[in-house]
C-alpha cells in the first residue's frame, strides 16, 4: 500500500446500505478503503475485488472485534486519515411494551460503538489530522412515534458528537456529524420490529405500528448520499450537517413552527391517535 494514500474506514457496509455507498464512493476518490461488516459476506462483491479496498470483520459491540480489526488496519498503514461510524439499527416498539434489555443493545449499537471506535482509533486520527464522520439521524431531532429508544439513540449521537468536535479539535481532527433524513435503503424493512404482551394497551394498533414500506419514498439514492459525505469531508467541513430526503422541510418545520404543529406531522405519519383512544375507552 502507498504510503501517501489516505485512508478511510466506514462500518456497516452492508450491499445496498449507506456504508458500501460510501466505501465505493471514497474508494473511486483514490483513498484506500477499509470496509467493514459483522458478515463480510454481506459486502458486495465490488469492494471484494477491488485493488484499494481491505474487507474487514467487524462487530462494532465488540471490544475483541474492534481491538482485531485495528491490528489489521495497523499492518497496512500507520494513520487513518477518514472514520466513518455508519453501522446501525432501526428498532419500533412503544416505549411502554419496549424490552430495557433491547434498549441497552441498541444504545451499544448506535452509540457506545461510535465512542469505542473513536477511542480505539484515536492515535491513526491524530496522526494523519484526520476526521471523523458519525452518522446520527433526523430521528434524534423528531419524536417518531414508537421509535423512542431508536430516537434517544441518535439524539445522544448527535449531542455526544458535537462535544467530540469540541474536544478533537485542539487535536487536529475534525468530527462531521450527520443528521441523516430519508436513504432509499432497506432500512425501514430491516427495522427490528419486538413482540407485543398480550396486555399490551397498543395490541390493537399492531398493524399501524408495524405498517412500513420497504423504503422511504422520500430517500435519495445511496450512491448521491455518500456523494455529499464525500464532499463534506474533502472540503475540510465540520459540525452538524443535514443531509439526505426531506431535511430541509424538516429543519425549516423544527425552526419555524410550534411544537404542536410538529407533533401533528409526526401523528399524521402514522394515524393512531384516534383509533388507540376509542380501543382505551372501551376498556374503561
Known amino acids: 500500500m502507498d504510503a501517501t494514500q489516505k485512508t478511510c474506514l466506514v462500518t456497516g457496509c452492508s450491499a445496498g446500505g449507506v456504508g458500501a455507498a460510501l466505501a465505493e464512493a471514497f474508494m473511486n476518490k483514490g483513498y484506500h478503503v477499509f470496509a467493514t461488516a459483522r458478515s463480510p459476506s454481506k459486502i458486495p462483491e465490488s469492494l471484494h475485488s477491488a485493488p484499494n479496498v481491505t474487507v474487514l470483520t467487524l462487530d462494532v459491540t465488540s471490544a475483541e472485534s474492534i481491538a482485531s480489526a485495528l491490528e489489521s488496519v495497523r499492518e497496512r498503514t500507520k494513520v487513518l486519515h477518514v472514520l466513518i461510524n455508519n453501522a446501525g439499527l432501526g428498532l419500533t416498539s412503544p416505549g411502554l411494551d419496549q424490552s430495557i434489555d433491547e434498549a441497552k443493545k441498541l444504545f451499544d449499537l448506535n452509540f457506545f460503538s461510535v465512542l469505542a471506535m473513536m477511542q480505539a482509533f484515536s492515535t491513526m486520527l491524530v496522526e494523519a489530522n484526520g476526521c471523523v464522520v458519525n452518522n446520527s439521524s433526523v430521528g434524534g431531532t423528531i419524536p417518531f412515534a414508537f421509535s423512542s429508544i431508536y ?134
Request: neutral net charge.
Open 151 to 284: 430516537n434517544a439513540t441518535k439524539a445522544a449521537l448527535i449531542q455526544a458528537s458535537e462535544t467530540w468536535r469540541l474536544e478533537m479539535a485542539p487535536l487536529g481532527v475534525r468530527v462531521i456529524t450527520l443528521i441523516t433524513g430519508g436513504i432509499a435503503t432497506n432500512f425501514f424493512a430491516n427495522l427490528q420490529t419486538l413482540a407485543f404482551p398480550e396486555n399490551s394497551y397498543y395490541l390493537s394498533i399492531k398493524d399501524i405500528i408495524e405498517g412500513q414500506p420497504e423504503q422511504n419514498p422520500y430517500g435519495v439514492e445511496p450512491p448521491v448520499f455518500a456523494q455529499e459525505v464525500l464532499h463534506l469531508v474533502v472540503k475540510g467541513a465540520t459540525g452538524k450537517h443535514w443531509v439526505g430526503g426531506g431535511v430541509r422541510l424538516i429543519r425549516t418545520a423544527l425552526w419555524l413552527l410550534p411544537q404542536s404543529f410538529v407533533d401533528q406531522i409526526v401523528l399524521n405519519l402514522k394515524p393512531f391517535s384516534q383509533r388507540l383512544e376509542e380501543e382505551h375507552k372501551k376498556r374503561i
